[in-house]
């Protein structure tokens, strides 16, 4: 007795953990020991992040827990979002806000003398994402968890990210994005969940009473391992999850070689396969770049189909039931790959007939399409096809020839319509188009905006929408105001609550309750006063990490999204070169103050993305130091444009610059949080702008430029650049001075391609066929925004009536539409 009573006594070393703390409080100073193993005396920052995480993340998993154990008992049908990109950004502050302890964290943290805004900053976003279609997938993701609906989204566990960008001398520079520095605490490996995933080889034939059988042989395997991440819903108990797969070799190395001495050697296919989960979007503009975007499309597709029939095949014996169970979305055509996959387990591994198997694989898939452009629709040749996936080539051509045969009795003849429409597209050397697959294996499709989704009916895939009526419908995206209202403006957040309630938190639609406030003085001197600070604590970031100040009064013009020709970052530099060139002539007065804010990263391989970027700095660079202009005009490129900077920028924003040509853009969603932040779009009629105006009223946004009709009428009519050059002496005048070497000195020719892609070569995407049009509705942007009252009454109702791009709404509509799923409450 007396040895037991002894051994229980606390050692002089062992941390005393006092009782006199809040619950929070001691679960943080738990962690800190427990977890961090540190002492608050010799702790870091970074510490006291492990130890807020772990505290939150202890709540997340016990929901998890139950959510995944309510699953089990209940079996509902499932959705599966299959995506290469997650875009989440920051998840502490997101899963404290979701779970409704935030305050308690921050008071925790205030009585053991830490500020939870610091420790925010501590985490790194996850990269596992570039633009808006990774934001997109993670806005669902959250939705899907909010609504209690059972979903579990798919993707890659890349060990970088695409790039981490800086400017040096004004040119993008990429740098490791290696957001896994410090490890990742809300990820869980679950090394019991792994699949082989198959590569190269050949396929034999063997003919049997039912027919030919395929088997693929002399494949090399790699491993696809599981890691779990919790996605918490907001107010609810229900945490879905992430499942992310990394790449990892059969075998670690061939000790041969090592015992020789030749270690590069021995780790020579370790290394190969496990690149397959290393980066973000490799550049693919060779064609070992190819090769390894397409092993990452499979690599995670197989791995993911696998693992959703192991989980169905826990319950049912039954595969005819597989559609009541498995709901699977396809997020663009990076995942295509999985109707062929899916037929090749089916097929091949578990011996479904044919035709049976295609039926149950039909009433599985739905496919999202995301961009008009024929050119950024994925195809691969059909020889690297071949080579990589040699069996599942040979049920592409399966699916194909069935189809066409099925294309061929209805529509008897048209050789020419058969030729459009086939998966293998003949006369641009052999190639397998993935949106063709997604298309003919999936039994519904939609775009991602009213305009768009009309657009693909009638133009892209109108041939389809011939062969299958019925198969396209719209569902307009949408945000989680999650984040992108409570989490990033907790001052309006605060505010809207104070006078309207907290109902809009679960239905966005609320919001409509602010409209009659914003005839309000009162609200509206409130709504400004948090506008301001939002604009301040933008300029204070903006001043560190560029070193350029910006004063708060002025116009926050903000245009921040992937550089690319068609969302015309070009238009708004020839519109701040004439705005440059009216201050400096001296001959306009009255010019609204403004500060002209980009962001945004350049593909790799995109050279002609990555001159804009270095345009848009050395522009900068002169305006900025002109003292002939001084607080008159600034410019700014953001560097590292990321979701964590996204919830700086959209708050701090007055106009919103979402001025693609009209007809490119599929939906947008950067339109949707800046509005509901408060800022006022300038636009052209393209995308989800369509609705967002039919939403706010055509008095609170500025519309310019042609309309998608119109852009296709000027093209067919031979568009001519030169006229409108030489017919507008301010453009002809900011364009001379960008190709003439007035932003570049020391290299005048630096920009002569950027000349030549606008005149020379037809100019594309029509900027100088909108230049006037978008000079004259800036011009309109800058008289409201001196009338700061007036330009406050309409960006409130640009808040009150924004309610329909919430994300929810969106699922809603998936749920209705496509997925036919309920929610589970536990």
């Given amino acids: 007795m007396t040895a037991a009573k002894e051994s229980n006594k606390p050692k002089a070393s062992t941390p005393v953990i006092t009782t006199e703390k809040t619950p929070i409080a001691q679960a943080l100073q738990n962690h800190l020991i427990f977890s961090a193993f540190k002492t608050s005396e010799a702790s870091t920052p970074r510490d ?17 827990v139950k959510t995944a154990e309510a699953y089990n008992a209940q079996d509902p049908k499932r959705v599966y979002y299959l995506s290469l990109e997650f875009l989440l950004g920051r998840m502490l502050q997101n899963a404290a806000l979701n779970l409704g302890i935030e305050g308690e ?34 806005c669902f993701l959250d939705s899907m968890a909010s609504m209690d609906i059972p979903g579990t989204g798919y993707g890659i566990r890349y060990e970088y990210g695409m790039f981490r960008q800086s400017i040096s001398q004004g040119q993008q520079v990429e740098n490791p994005d290696n957001w896994l520095r410090y490890g990742n605490i809300w990820e869980f490996q679950r090394p019991e969940s792994q699949y082989p995933v198959r590569f190269y080889g050949r396929v034999v034939e063997f003919p049997t009473a039912k027919g030919m059988e395929y088997h693929w042989v002399d494949a090399e395997s790699v491993l696809a391992i599981a890691y779990d991440m919790p996605v918490p819903g907001y107010d609810t108990e229900t945490v879905n999850t992430l499942r992310l797969w990394s790449a990892k070799a059969a075998r670690e190395f061939d000790l041969a070689h090592f015992n020789e001495g030749n270690y590069e050697k021995a780790v020579e296919e370790r290394n190969a396969y496990e690149n397959i989960s290393k980066v973000l979007y490799p550049n693919d503009t060779s064609v070992l770049g190819k090769e390894l975007r397409l092993k990452q499309q499979y690599f995670f597709v197989s791995a993911s189909i696998q693992d959703i029939l192991r989980r169905f095949l826990a319950k049912h014996d039954d595969w005819s039931v597989l559609p009541d169970k498995v709901a699977i ?14 037929m090749y387990q089916l097929v091949d591994v578990h011996h479904l007939d044919w035709d049976k198997a295609w039926k149950i694989s039909e009433k599985v898939f739905a496919y999202t399409n995301h961009t008009l452009m024929p050119e950024a629709l994925e195809t691969w040749s059909v020889e690297m096809f071949g080579r990589l996936l040699p069996r599942h080539l040979g049920i592409i051509y399966r699916i194909n020839h069935e189809f066409l045969q099925m294309v061929n009795h209805k529509f008897p003849g048209d050789t020419d319509l ?8 003949e006369e641009h050397g052999r190639r397998v188009r993935m949106a063709h697959l997604a298309v003919i294996g999936s039994h519904t499709v939609n775009g991602v905006a009213a305009l768009h989704s009309e657009l693909l009916k009638s133009t892209l895939f109108a041939d389809f929408n011939r062969i299958f009526p019925g198969r396209f419908i719209n569902i307009t995206n949408g945000i989680t105001p999650r984040r992108w209202l409570n989490q990033c403006n907790p001052g309006l957040t605060k505010l809207l609550e104070s006078v309207i309630g907290k109902d809009f938190h679960h239905d966005l639609y609320k919001l409509r309750a602010l409209e009659p406030l914003a005839d309000d003085a009162d609200f509206r001197k409130a709504f400004h006063t948090v506008k301001l600070a939002n604009k301040e604590r933008l300029a204070k970031r903006i001043e560190q990490v560029t070193g350029v100040r910006l004063n708060p009064a002025a116009l926050f013009d903000v245009q921040i999204k992937r550089i690319h020709e068609y969302k015309r970052q070009l238009l708004n530099v020839l519109h701040i070169v004439t705005l440059y060139n009216r201050i400096r002539s001296g001959h306009v007065k009255d010019i609204t103050p403004r500060a002209v804010i980009f962001g945004g990263k350049a593909a ?37 444009y990321e979701v964590s900077a996204a919830e700086l920028l959209f708050p701090g924003s007055d106009l919103s610059e979402q001025i693609s040509t009209a007809g490119t853009e599929a939906s947008g969603t950067g339109n949707m949080k800046m509005a509901l932040n408060g800022a006022l779009t300038i636009g052209t009629l393209d995308g989800a702008n ?13 519309i310019f430029g042609l309309t998608t009709q119109q852009v296709a009428e000027l093209k067919a009519n031979h568009y001519n650049p030169w006229d409108y050059y030489h017919g507008n002496p301010e453009l002809k005048q900011a364009l001379d001075m960008i190709t003439n070497g007035f932003f570049s000195v020391d290299e005048p020719d630096r920009y002569r391609a950027i000349g030549e892609a606008l005149l020379q070569n037809g100019d594309q995407y029509l900027l100088l066929a909108d230049y ?27 808040v009150a009536r924004i309610g329909k791009f919430s994300s929810d709404r969106t699922i809603g509509e998936y749920v209705e539409k496509v997925w036919h799923v309920k929610p589970v409450q536990h």
Avoid: C
Wanted: proline share 3%; charged share 25%; net charge negative.
């Fill in 105 to 138: 964290v921050a008071e925790g943290l205030k009585t053991l003398g830490h500020k939870l805004e610091d420790v925010v900053e501590l985490e790194n976003d996850a990269a596992l994402g570039n633009g808006g279609l990774g934001r997109l997938a993670a």
């Fill in 418 to 425: 058969l030729r459009r429409v086939s998966i293998i597209d």
């Fill in 772 to 798: 006037a049009s978008y000079i004259d509705t800036q011009d309109a942007v800058g008289q409201l925004y001196r009338d700061k009252d007036e330009w406050n009454r309409r960006a409130i109702l640009n």
């Fill in 604 to 640: 790799p391989g995109y050279w002609m993305a990555k001159l804009i970027i270095r345009l848009i700095n050395d522009v900068a660079s002169i305006v900025n130091e002109d003292p002939a202009v001084g607080d008159k005009l600034k410019v700014v490129f953001y560097p590292n």
């Fill in 48 to 64: 006291w992040y492990v130890a807020t995480g772990y505290t939150i993340r202890d709540h997340v998993v016990e929901r998890w």
């Fill in 329 to 342: 979305q396809l997020n663009d055509t990076h995942p295509a790959i999985a109707v062929a996959e899916l």
């Fill in 690 to 702: 369509v609705e967002i105006r039919e939403e706010v009223g055509e008095d609170n946004i500025f």
